[in-house]
């Protein structure tokens, strides 16, 4: 069974400028969550989405924001990228059937802004 | 409001040592879950085991072994004959029951093996 798969691996972006990055869950997943990874604030959570529906949010400013497809396929977009955005961004899915079901995560999109 | 401690930044032991990594949580709910995450350099996330707020079994597997004690608030983790491999950072989680994918973690301990 394959793994979550996001898109790209790296990006590279300029303050300002705006990005799109994808994420495909583990299939039979309906449930995708994403979270950014920084050295000073850690893992923090961003959104959820199940069903083609956002289920939860964290602290973020609005211009993160996310959709997900009938085919669970999720995309998460920044917009007037700021510098401080720079970060690993972690998509997990989870089957969601139990309350305690694990998250899978991927490999994760490394951004850069400058 | 949750909160996962892990006040072990890095740690460093030998080949075969055994290690234990700890994890201190708040939470003002009765059902939670909690969760240790493995993230080798590669960056993703590996799963390593989750456990209950109404079990506190404690499992083994393999060489890891986990230590639920509610009344310590605490979720330790414990490398037996530690490996090379063994080496990247672990991350200690926690979930409100009926939060979906929230998860709460720690700041992540970073572990070395060395041969």
């Known amino acids: 069974k394959a793994g979550v798969t996001q898109t790209p691996r790296y990006l590279i972006k300029t303050r300002g400028q705006q990005v799109t990055l994808s994420c495909s869950p583990i299939?039979?997943?309906?449930?995708v969550s994403w979270y950014q990874q920084t050295p000073g604030q850690g893992l923090q959570f961003l959104f959820e989405?199940?069903?083609?529906?956002?289920?939860n949010k964290g602290n973020f400013p609005g211009r993160f924001s996310g959709r997900q497809f009938s085919n669970s396929r999720s995309e998460m977009n920044v917009s007037t990228l700021e510098l401080g955005d720079s970060a690993l961004y972690l998509c997990?899915?989870?089957?969601?059937?139990?309350?305690?079901?694990?998250?899978?995560f991927g490999n994760g999109t490394r951004l850069t802004v400058t | 409001a949750q909160k996962v401690t892990q006040a072990q930044t890095e740690i460093s032991v030998v080949e075969k040592e055994d290690v234990t990594l700890d994890c201190v949580y708040e939470?003002?709910?009765?059902?939670?879950?909690l969760f240790w995450y493995k993230q080798p350099p590669s960056g993703e996330l590996v799963f390593l085991i989750r456990?209950?707020?109404?079990?506190?079994q404690n499992e083994i597997s393999g060489r890891y072994s986990w230590n639920f004690q509610k009344s310590t608030s605490s979720f330790n983790f414990t490398i037996t004959a530690s490996q090379v491999v063994d080496s990247a950072v672990y991350f200690c989680?926690?979930?409100?029951?009926?939060?979906?994918?929230?998860?709460?973690f720690g700041t992540g301990t970073r572990l070395q093996v060395t041969l």
């Open positions: 456990r209950n707020s109404f079990d506190e």
């Open positions: 939470t003002r709910d009765t059902t939670y879950y």
């Open positions: 997990a899915s989870s089957t969601d059937r139990v309350d305690n079901s694990p998250l899978h």
């Open positions: 989405y199940f069903s083609e529906t956002q289920r």
């Open positions: 989680a926690l979930r409100k029951a009926g939060t979906a994918s929230k998860l709460t």
């Open positions: 299939s039979g997943h309906r449930s």
